[in-house]
């Protein structure tokens, strides 16, 4: 499981340095070791499922974006149960690749479940939260939703100043997307 670890670590920065399509190699790899040592049903599998799934979603291939986030998160509630943070984070991912694929009813669906859970979980003033009300509030913009978007990306603002700062990009990035609205 070590090998399994240690490539899943190499490839989060492959992914963060942009060279996407060694992390995708590498994530490949470690889902293969963890299925041989671990079974499908294992918390481990599912993470590295879930972050193959992310860099396909990066590489602007949102149908298989789709089909691992929902692998994972079919794994991560019958492992973690359905309240745990892991499967809301999943089923937000799994929401914004949903969008991708130009289903905002399906997305916001799903997006609104994780918020939930997420709120729950972690409480409403928690970055994870504001992450999962920003992509939210994507969705709601790309449904023409504007001042439900508008709404969401507030309440994410206001949690991201209080955390990071007003100067933070993570900040910069919510005030672009309310811009976007107008």
Not at 57 to 66: G, I, M, N, S, Y
Not at 111 to 116: N, P, S, Y
Not at 151 to 159: D, P, S
């Amino acid at each position: 499981l070590y090998v399994a670890s240690t490539l899943n670590n190499m490839a989060l920065m492959n992914k963060l340095k942009g060279h996407l399509g060694e992390a995708n190699r590498q994530y490949s790899l470690a889902m293969d070791i963890y299925k041989d040592q671990t079974g499908e049903e294992h918390a481990s599998y599912a993470t590295a499922v879930h972050n193959k799934a992310l860099v396909e979603r990066l590489q602007k291939r949102p149908d298989e974006a789709v089909r691992l986030f929902s692998k994972a998160l079919d794994i991560r509630r019958k492992v973690l149960g359905t309240e745990h943070v892991d499967v809301g984070v999943t089923m937000h991912n799994l929401g914004s690749a949903v969008r991708d694929l130009g289903e905002f009813d399906r997305a916001r669906e799903l997006q609104e479940h994780a918020l939930t859970i997420l709120r729950r979980r972690l409480g409403s003033e928690h970055l994870t939260t504001a992450t999962c009300m920003n992509a939210l509030g994507l969705t709601l913009k790309r449904a023409e939703e504007y001042d439900e978007a508008i709404e969401m990306y507030q309440k994410a603002l206001g949690i991201q100043r209080r955390s990071l700062g007003l100067k933070h990009e993570e900040c910069l990035q919510t005030l672009h997307n309310m811009a976007e609205c107008y």
